[in-house]
């Protein structure tokens, strides 16, 4: 198991399942179940993923002045994260409205209240740095000097970019130098995915790069193996909610990546790991254990656990 120092936005999400996106004016959708709410973020959602599968993590992000670290712990998690690194410090936590439909197309809409003008306190992940073998950071402008601090420590980065554009590559540039590993969504793509691939690898010379595309799978790059390789999902539980399902693919692959330097297990565990999660409401619920995950991937692949 590894030491991961995961730092990102921690915010009050509430998701809403709709019938299809764009949305049609009704004036009352009246559906039980359809809305969820509670605390989460792509961050937060990676840090528990990683501490499902055994990782020690150490979370690192800010909160709003008036609360409590500690809520970042719900009552449903069966794990509980360190709160020690989870800074009271914002004027309000910022907020989230997602909706999805069946076909795992997503709208969000983002209130990030002062964040953008929060500063995070480097001193603590000072001693973090010869501890953590991995540092996996969302794009947030507070996470641009982890990237720094984690490279000057020689560390591995993981960087959850999610949405791309010609425009924002500027913006990611400070992430994008120093990563060994990228995640992107492929939603906001207008070039090719293979182009896009291509160019960011010769461009930054990243190390592995995974390009999520919703029910089609992902398209897996590891420069080291000379690969790129596109893996269809897999079904293991039934459709409920599909946010934060890239989450906990891209989490479930760093912790076997680590582990075993194996991308290609990696990304097939990571794939099962989702599957099982959009059987859940809520971006931060419905984990497999490592065990199902054996089970599944021989059922599956055929893969002895020698192998892996």
């Known amino acids: ?83 020690d690194y989870v800074i009271p410090q914002m004027q309000e936590l910022p907020n989230c409205v997602i909706l999805y439909d069946e076909d795992r197309q997503q709208q969000i809409f983002e209130d990030p209240k002062d964040l953008r003008d929060n500063v995070y306190d480097m001193n603590l992940f000072t ?59 492929d939603d906001t793509l207008t070039e090719d995915p293979y182009d896009f691939i291509k160019m960011m690898s010769t461009r930054y010379g990243t190390e592995i790069i995974i390009l999520g595309q919703g029910s089609k799978g992902v398209i897996l790059y590891d420069r080291n193996q000379e690969l790129v390789a596109h893996y269809n999902t897999v079904k293991t539980n039934e459709i409920v909610n599909t946010v934060g399902a890239g989450n906990a693919m891209f989490s479930c692959f760093l912790h076997y990546y680590q582990e075993t330097g194996d991308s290609v297990n990696a990304i097939k565990n990571g794939l099962l790991f989702s599957s099982y999660k959009i059987g859940y409401m809520g971006t931060s619920n419905g984990f497999m254990t490592t065990d199902q995950m054996e089970q599944w991937r021989n059922l599956i692949w055929g893969i002895r656990p020698s192998l892996i």
């Open 1 to 83: 198991m590894g030491n991961f120092v995961v730092a990102g936005v921690t915010q009050w999400e509430t998701i809403v399942k709709v019938q299809k996106i764009p949305i049609d004016y009704a004036e009352l959708t009246n559906e039980k179940g359809s809305i969820y709410s509670s605390i989460g973020g792509d961050a937060l959602n990676e840090a528990l993923a990683l501490k499902w599968l055994g990782n020690d993590v150490r979370y690192m992000s800010m909160i709003g002045r008036t609360q409590v670290p500690d809520l970042i712990n719900t009552s449903q998690q069966k794990i509980r994260l360190n709160t």
């Open 127 to 185: 001693p973090m740095g010869s501890w953590a073998d991995m540092v996996v950071l969302a794009n947030a402008n507070f996470c641009r000097p982890f990237a720094e601090a984690a490279a000057i420590h020689g560390k591995r980065v993981a960087v959850n970019i999610r949405y791309y554009s010609k425009e924002k590559e500027k913006y990611n540039e400070d992430f994008l130098r120093v990563a060994s590993i990228l995640y992107f969504s």
